[in-house]
């Protein structure tokens, strides 16, 4: 028996809303995993389709499933997770969306990256890539031919930056995929409650994870990430905001990276109360909160210093990042009599 199996059972997030046309097929992966020893925690946001009768089906035929139904619902997919992390006991938990599809092996692929990274208490976070799939996904014959992360190259880049340049590139941009997640106990209790400045809650736990422990992200995909008209949020999406060239519609990402500024600003707020926090993150914790009383110089100045432009291949973002800096008019800081 291997060190993995003498571990406590892990446990599964679900969050689902009307998911019947999807969920079976997702349940039905997890359930047939080749690494059994975990439960399986759903919740259904107050469906109003055939969900929650299936997540009912499910549970009287598996011990493992507990069916989690909130007070009220919450309309977020972030908010069902923070819900689930707050019931949460394992000390290794995994999140997993309702539209998805999990390859036999990933927990026992997930499990094992993780043992050697739990050197220290901290926070921990392991996420991976996942294939890009059609919606009506079978069998593992039919998915499309490539993974959402294209190039290996680009995973490595980021596995070898060091803690201060992770925290830098998480700043504006999201690598990990939230279905693709699992993290440990000291990371579930640091993100706890989430603030209402967070974008996404993948986005949130992986800012905390690099500014205070380890965040690692596995190159081999062990996921089917569906494609669909119900997606909330879908992996090519940016890319035809690219191909479409709408003005109005880059203009639309000037908020949206104000936001994601503000989230990690929040995230070192968080980990500072609990970890020692670099100077270098403090320093670009204060740069964004002086960003609307700075000039356009000083903001270009701040974007190059703290290293804050997205990548070439990400043009919608990096475009965006001009645009800002270029339209940007500063505040007057108030006077004080």
Not at 121 to 144: H, K, M, Q
Not at 203 to 213: D, P, Q
Request: a neutral charge; aromatic letters at 10%; proline letters at 6%.
């Amino acid at each position: 028996m291997t060190e993995i199996q003498r571990q406590q059972p892990v446990e599964i997030l679900l969050a689902a809303f009307n998911a019947e046309e999807y969920l079976p097929r997702q349940i039905e992966s997890i359930l047939n995993q080749t690494y059994a020893n975990f439960n399986l925690l759903i919740l259904d946001d107050h469906s109003s389709d055939g969900t929650q009768g299936l997540i009912k089906g499910y549970q009287a035929a598996d011990s493992r499933i507990v069916f989690v139904l909130p007070p009220q619902p919450f309309r977020q997919p972030l908010r069902s997770f923070e819900y689930l992390l707050g019931l949460s006991t394992a000390e290794i938990v995994f999140l997993s969306d309702h539209d998805d599809v999990w390859l036999p092996e990933k927990l026992s692929q997930q499990l094992e990256t993780i043992a050697p990274l739990t050197h220290s208490t901290g926070p921990l976070l392991v996420a991976s890539n996942t294939y890009v799939a059609a919606a009506g996904i079978d069998t593992r014959t039919e998915f499309r031919d490539y993974p959402c992360f294209r190039k290996a190259s680009f995973v490595s880049w980021f596995n070898a930056l060091n803690g201060q340049h992770k925290s830098s590139y998480l700043c504006h941009s999201n690598l990990v995929i939230g279905h693709t997640i699992a993290l440990n106990r000291a990371l579930v209790e640091l993100s706890l409650p989430f603030p209402d400045t967070i974008r996404m809650h993948d986005w949130w736990l992986a800012i905390l994870a690099s500014l205070s422990g380890v965040i690692y992200v596995d190159e081999r995909p062990m996921t089917l990430y569906r494609q669909h008209r119900d997606n909330s949020i879908g992996s090519s999406s940016r890319l035809r905001l690219l191909a479409s060239f709408e003005f109005r519609g880059i203009l639309s990402l000037l908020p949206a990276m104000m936001t994601s500024l503000v989230q990690f600003a929040a995230a070192v707020d968080r980990v500072s109360r609990s970890y020692v926090v670099r100077p270098f993150d403090h320093s670009l914790k204060t740069f964004i909160l002086t960003i609307p009383f700075c000039s356009r110089w000083q903001l270009l100045s701040g974007f190059l210093k703290f290293g804050l432009f997205a990548p070439i291949r990400d043009s919608p973002k990096l475009l965006g990042q001009v645009l800002m800096i270029f339209l940007h008019q500063p505040r007057r800081p108030k006077q004080h009599i």
